[in-house]
């Protein structure tokens, strides 16, 4: 099959409305992972929707717990092929963010995918539900036109816990290493700069999370008597945020910015949109 032919197959598939069937399917477990009482839809989830999934397109797959004692578990899958050249990890995410069915449209529910126009709206059809029905809904369309064979190892990382930071993950990754193991890894879960253009991160932002405390002295002091006279610790602090990144968002420490910008990376931001959609806020100026 060419590559014309492999993607007229795609257009048919979604045309013939087997992905928003899927897709709706996925959006009507209500995962949110910032309920507690939602452990059984969280489950049912990976155990009847993904690993069933999963298991017709070839992939060996394991539900295991969170390192992290309380939080929500993980699914592990794997489809390796004799004498594969390499092997390729991808990620994403079967929990949403709460619902919140009260501000909803009237008629419009979050576990229904509602079509409109081009939009089809639900809760967990664009983070991270959609994504990762795409990528195997494109997976199993290349493993039909290619006979069954991808000609490299498949791995993911399914977590049920993204929404709350994901806990875990990392010491998941340590334990399950060996498993995981694989030469590249690329994951969908992110934005695009305009929605009418694929955008590819070479690369991905992190959060470190940190807790500064200033104190000072043992006991609190009136500033309408001390104030001048003794140093405010939230000025202190704020003195200590504005040495890390200036008002307009200008990062002041040199270890954390790129000696320099290669002009290959120049080249490719040259035309990217920002601010561009409808509903995007105005770019702040210089």
């Not at 709460?98 to 664009?126: F, H, I, S």
Request: hydrophobic share 40%; net charge negative; glycine share 10%.
């Amino acid at each position: 099959m060419t590559r014309e032919e492999l993607m007229q197959a795609a257009s048919d598939y979604m045309e013939s409305g087997a992905f928003l069937e899927t897709l709706a399917r996925r959006v009507s477990y209500p995962t949110e992972s910032l309920v507690a009482e939602r452990a059984p839809q969280i489950m049912a989830y990976l155990t009847e929707e993904m690993v069933p999934s999963l298991q017709a397109l070839g992939f060996e797959c394991r539900i295991v717990d969170n390192p992290v004692a309380g939080k929500w578990p993980f699914l592990l899958a794997r489809r390796i092929e004799l004498e594969a050249p390499f092997t390729l990890l991808t990620y994403g995410h079967g929990d949403v963010v709460l619902g919140d069915e009260a501000n909803w449209l009237e008629g419009v529910d979050p576990w229904k995918v509602t079509p409109d126009g081009d939009c089809w709206y639900g809760r967990g059809t664009a983070d991270n539900k959609g994504q990762h029905t795409i990528n195997l809904a494109a997976l199993m369309l290349v493993l039909k036109a290619k006979q069954g064979r991808l000609g490299y190892n498949l791995k993911l990382i399914l977590e049920m816990g993204e929404e709350t930071g994901s806990p875990g993950l990392e010491a998941l990754c340590a334990r399950y290493s060996d498993w995981l193991a694989a030469d590249l890894f690329i994951a969908s879960d992110g934005p695009r700069m305009v929605a009418e253009r694929p955008t590819l991160f070479l690369g991905s932002r992190g959060v470190f999370n940190v807790e500064l405390q200033v104190k000072l002295r043992e006991s609190a002091h009136h500033s309408g008597n001390w104030g001048g006279l003794l140093a405010n610790p939230g000025i202190r602090l704020a003195h200590a945020l504005s040495s890390i990144v200036d008002a307009r968002g200008r990062i002041l420490v040199p270890g954390l910015r790129p000696a320099v910008l290669p002009e290959q990376v120049r080249y490719l931001l040259r035309d990217i949109a920002l601010g561009a959609g409808p509903n995007d806020p105005a770019i702040d100026p210089d």
